[in-house]
Each structure stands twice: as C-alpha cells, then as structure tokens.
C-alpha cells in the first residue's frame, strides 16, 4: 500500500494509527516513496524535546530543489510550475513551465554565486509577490544559501531588525511594487533600513514598477542584465538532512522577533506530504493560495509543498478588491482553479460585499476549499461554503504554525467529514494533546486546554536562530516533555479539534501574528507615552483588533487628544508596519497591576471586548480602584 497517498476513511485510520505506533518506519516509508535522494539516511530519527534536540533523516544528502524542479523535467518540462497573476487584470498573465523554472532558478543562483554568496550565507528577500520572490527561495536552496524572506509590508526598521539579526550577506528586492491601485517604494525601504545594518554586501533589484531608485554604486545591481548574461546551468549544492533551508520571523512576546529555523529534508518531505493529502492534489489540478510568501503559508503552500508534487501553483501580486471584490473569483474562473486556499479575514471581507461580485464568475472548477490563520466562525465558514464552494467542495480548516512548518490538524477533503469551525483529526504523525493549567493531561472528549504536541514530526522547527534558549523557553518548558503551540483548543464528543485562539500574549489580527510586546516597546517610544498596553478585542472582518491603553507622561497630558492618537499610529507604523496599528486608543491614569507588577491583561481584554459584568477577581489587584476608571472611559 502506498503510504503517500491516503484515498478513504478507512485507510486515514490505519496509516494515523501505523504513524503513531511507528513513526520512524512510517516517515521512511512516506520518504522512500516519492523523492530524490542523493544519499539515503543513516538514522530516521533522533530527539529530545528537553534539550531540545530534532534531527530527522541524518546523514541523508539532497537538495530541496532538485525534488522540486529537476525531478519533475522528464515528464512535466511543459507544464506550468507556476502562474503569475498580475495585480493589473490588463497585464497578461504569465504560465511559468518546469522547464523555464528550472533556467530561471539555475541563472539567479548564479548570479548570487558571482556576489560571492555561498552555502550557509543568509540573504534576506524582502519582494512584492512576483515570480522572481519564487525564484529567489529557490535559487538560495539551489546554492545551500539560507533565505530569509521578510514580509514586503514590515517597516525599515522591522526590516534593519531582521537584517541585523541573521546577518545577512545581501538583500534581494524590487525598486517598487503594485497593491491595487497603489504603487509602493520598496526598494526606499530597503535603503532607509541599511543605514542601520552593516553586514550587507550585496542589494540585488528586480525592475517592477520603473520607479527611480537609488542605487549605492558597488552595493546594489539591477538583476535583469545581471541575469540576461548569467548560464542557466547550476549544480545543486549537495546538502545535508539537517542543513538550514530558511530561517522565518514570527511575534513572540518579547520585543525581538523569533527567527524560526527550518531545516531540509524533514520540512520538504512534511510539506509535500502534507499539501498532497490536505489537498487531494491530482495531476493537472490547478491550485491557488493566496497567502503571501512573507509567511509560512507561502514558503510552505505557494512553494515547496506544491512544486515537490509536480503542481502548478498559482501566485497573486495584488489585493481581492482591486479593481473590485470580484477580483479572486475572476481568477479562479480564468485560471480554472481546482483548489483554493485564502485566510478567514479575506472570506469575512468579501462576505460583506454583494453577492453579485461572486455570481458573475464561474466557480465551477473548484474542488477543494481551505482555510488558515486563524479560528473560521460559523457565518463566515457558511457563506464559503453556500456560495464560493456550493456546497459540494469540501473545506480544509487547516490549523498549523511558523514553528510547525506545516499543516497539523485538517480535515482531509471528500474523507473526513467537516464539522464548521473545527480542524477536526491529526494528519498521520501528529500527537496533539490537550494539557491543564498544572501540567496535567486531559484526557477523553468535549473537554478543552492547553494544545501541546507530544512526539516531533518531521517540519518542527529546529530552533530560533541564534538563541537555542529562547527556543527551549518558549515551546518546551511550559509542558515538560512537549512543544506547547501557545493555543487552546477543544476536543468533541469525537474527538475532533476546534482551535480556540492563543492564550499566550499573541493576538491574530487579519490572521498576522502580532505579539503585544513589540507594538507595546513602539508605542513607547513616542516623547508623550509614559506606559501602555495592548490587547485584542473581536472584530467582524479582522477576527481581533487592538485596543490600547496609554499612560501619558505629564507632558504629554495637555497635549490634542486625537493627534496623539494619530502620531501613535504612525510610530507603530514606523517600527513595525500599518498591519499593528490599532484602532482604539483610550488614554488612562493607570493600568490595572498585580502586586508584583505585572499588568492584567485579562482584565483589559474584557473591558475592550465590552465583557465587564464578568471580570474575576480584582481584589488581588495593587490598584483595584483603576478598573472602575478604565470601564467608564471605554471608548
Ligand atoms: C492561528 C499560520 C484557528 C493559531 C500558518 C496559530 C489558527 C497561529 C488556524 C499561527 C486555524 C492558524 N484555526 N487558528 N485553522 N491556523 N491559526 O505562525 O493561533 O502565522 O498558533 O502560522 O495562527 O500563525 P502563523
């Protein structure tokens, strides 16, 4: 029995069970089957979560991109690899073959070979999405290089922060990019962000808009003559199982973002394995995610997972209303796209618009529907199915993480039966446990808690880059002897899995990762702000917003209200991005503290929420008397 492919029910049991029994036998199995090794293993695995220690496939030589292009040549040189959809709907369309793909990643990682980039140097990518984003991962996995894409909407200094961080060799970017009908200087970005970095040689630029840059003369190059003169020969640095492939920033909560390492063979093996049984894909399907490849869904489903299963993946510059909300059904309609992947604050957005935006394109090549991010509720999972789906394409709630590396917890479409809002069963490989507040397992169904994994699979992350401590804090002290998600979740009479949101000090706002540290230190920085924290409240189309609470310095107290309001905003885009900006601000005498310090958060999320008949006790409060205060001036 093949192992790759799960087709029923009954099969999903006996591989989940035979994945728990015997990992190592099952994940050699699933490794043997499909891809191209250049030196088998030695040991499948080995582990120890108190270290934390996760090796998989050592001794295992490969490169990541020769299972996802080479490979495929023999019988897939013609078709499309990937489909570049413009944010412009009068700009065509761009089918880019196996066989292009190939020359394309051979010639860009030459020509970062001629910069001097080698294997184990960091380049950060910090690009619009265009083909050449694509082309860009894989051409640093070409080499052994090890990317670092960073999201193309973070600030200068979000950007200089993560630079600084890896310490990156060299910056691949654009002059500009196309967001509906704005053009945005991505390559000004870069440069304000290098007057703070001093570990870049190399900026190369990728000609999109034709806007004037800056270009600093022996530091930055425009990619295009630089490619026109480059082989489109590359050999394929032969790499280890445990070899960094990338390394991916996430919020934590501490100001510092986390640099989640991922390794090679045990992330491609995962995610190919993952994106073929979550997604049922079959030869010839058209998929599109429309995630950005500045996140894991991207690097995971736009990339790897598909194009190490010989799929075409379709990728999206622009935005679902430009030119109006018909804009994704347009394309699926034009590409004829049979699986479709977007995130609940898109299908919340677009709910809200008329209905006429999605009857006017034909839906019906669609098989397979999914969601990720974030919790579904029950109207928006209803209106994608009623309308996007018609009832007859089954949704993939697919619930996973950064740190995971790739999908954990989904239905698998046309096999398990769906149940709104929930994720459902573990993929084969996947232990979750759900864990009380002391420590202690919880066990039988509709009980909920803490959502621990107990046994690693083969895309954990490795670690966070340069600071293994950090990791161990993070995921594995909580729950000794596992790696703690930082969510809560809630197990069924069946034991199906509905994820609850974080209990940790990260809020999902439009399924972004924001940890309430980072906004909390920028907010700080303004010369008015004494204090302040933040805390996420529901809200219809972003699942969370944020609501902060400012202490003012005394200077600041006279000070116009609203402008306040507004230079707040602007620091918070300054050092992180529009994507943190919060969209109420009460300003306060005080915060609620405990005696030791440390502000209720509890308490403020219930009065933002408008939940303030249930606070708890405050009586163990150091300043009890602020809470009345906070209700009354609750905007
Ligand atoms: C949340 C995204 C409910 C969760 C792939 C997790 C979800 C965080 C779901 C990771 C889902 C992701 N249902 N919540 N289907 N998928 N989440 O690192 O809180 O950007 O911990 O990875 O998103 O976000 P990240």
């Known amino acids: ?51 934390p220690k996760i090796e998989w496939f050592k001794g295992a030589k490969l490169n990541i991109t020769e299972n996802c292009i080479d490979r495929h040549l023999v019988t897939k040189a013609d078709q499309p690899a990937i489909l570049f959809e413009p944010n412009n709907p009068d700009e065509d369309s761009i089918a880019i073959s196996y066989r292009q793909l190939h020359e394309r990643v051979c010639k860009m990682a030459n ?24 082309v860009s991962l894989l051409a640093c996995a070409r080499i052994g290089a090890v990317h670092s894409v960073v999201f193309a909407g973070f600030s200068s200094s979000a950007l200089a922060a993560r630079i600084n961080d890896c310490e990156a060799k060299a910056v691949m970017t654009s002059d500009g990019s196309f967001r509906g009908a704005k053009t945005i200087a991505i390559k000004a970005i870069v440069d304000e962000a290098l007057k703070n970095c001093t ?100 690097h995971s489903y736009i990339v790897y997972g598909p194009l190490a299963n010989g799929a075409t993946t379709v990728m999206f510059e622009g935005v679902p209303s430009y030119p109006d909300f018909s804009r994704f059904w347009e394309i699926i309609e034009k590409h004829k796209v049979n699986q479709f992947y977007t995130a609940p604050t898109a299908i919340r957005a677009l709910a809200k618009e008329n209905l006429d935006y999605v009857t006017g394109s034909d839906l019906s090549s669609l098989k397979v529907l999914g969601t990720v991010g974030e919790p579904i509720n029950e109207e928006a999972w209803h209106w994608y199915n009623d309308h996007i789906g018609d009832k007859k394409s089954p949704i993939v709630d697919t619930w996973w993480q950064t740190e995971t590396g790739g999908i954990m917890i989904s239905p698998i479409p046309f096999i398990t039966p769906t149940k709104p809002t929930y994720a459902t069963l573990p993929l084969p490989g996947i232990q979750p446990v759900l864990m009380d507040e002391n420590g202690n397992e919880i066990f039988g169904n509709q009980v909920d808690g803490r959502l ?45 899995y509905r994820i609850t949101g974080r209990v940790d000090d990260v809020i999902i706002v439009s399924g972004h990762n924001l940890g309430t540290a980072p906004i909390e230190d920028a907010i700080n920085e303004h010369n008015a702000v004494a204090e302040s924290a933040i805390v996420g409240y529901p809200h219809d189309i972003k699942g969370n917003a944020l609501y902060g609470y400012v202490i003012l310095k005394e200077t600041g107290e006279n000070r116009d209200r609203d402008n306040l309001k507004k230079e707040i905003n602007q620091v918070i885009t300054e050092h992180i991005g529009p994507i943190a900006k919060l969209d109420k601000i009460q300003f306060t005498a005080g915060l609620p503290k405990t005696r030791s310090g440390k502000i209720m958060r509890r308490i403020l999320r219930k009065i933002a929420s408008n939940e303030t008949e249930n606070l708890g006790d405050i009586s163990t409060l150091l300043n009890p008397e602020i809470v009345d205060e906070i209700i009354k001036g609750k905007i």
């Open 1 to 51: 029995m093949s192992n790759y492919h799960i087709k029923s029910l009954e099969e999903y049991f006996n591989v989940y069970r035979r994945s728990i029994r015997n990992p190592e036998t099952f994940w050699a199995e699933v490794a043997e089957e499909h891809f191209l090794w250049r030196k088998k293993w030695d040991k499948v695995l080995e582990w120890d979560f108190k270290e």
């Open 111 to 134: 020509v970062l070979k001629s910069k001097g980039i080698q294997k184990g140097d960091r380049v950060v990518i910090y690009m619009p999405m265009i083909p050449e984003l694509a």
């Open 199 to 298: 570990t870049v040689e190399t900026v190369l630029v990728v000609n999109r808009t034709g806007e004037d840059v800056q270009m600093q003369v022996g530091r930055d190059h425009w990619l295009e003559p630089l490619l026109d003169e480059a082989d489109s020969h590359c050999d394929a640095e032969i790499m280890d199982a445990e070899d960094p492939l990338f390394i991916l920033y996430t919020s934590g909560s501490t100001g510092k973002p986390k640099g989640m390492l991922h390794t090679t063979a045990g992330y491609m093996v995962y995610t190919a394995y993952t994106f073929k049984n979550v997604f049922q894909y079959q030869d010839e399907d058209v998929y599109w995610c429309t995630a950005d490849i500045g996140w894991i869904t991207g």
């Open 452 to 496: 621990c994994i107990q046994f690693p699979w083969p895309s954990i992350a490795r670690s966070i880059w340069g600071n293994h401590q950090r990791y161990a804090e993070t995921y594995f002290s909580a729950f000794p002897g596992m790696y703690f998600t930082g969510d809560g979740a809630l197990r069924d009479e069946v034991g199906y």
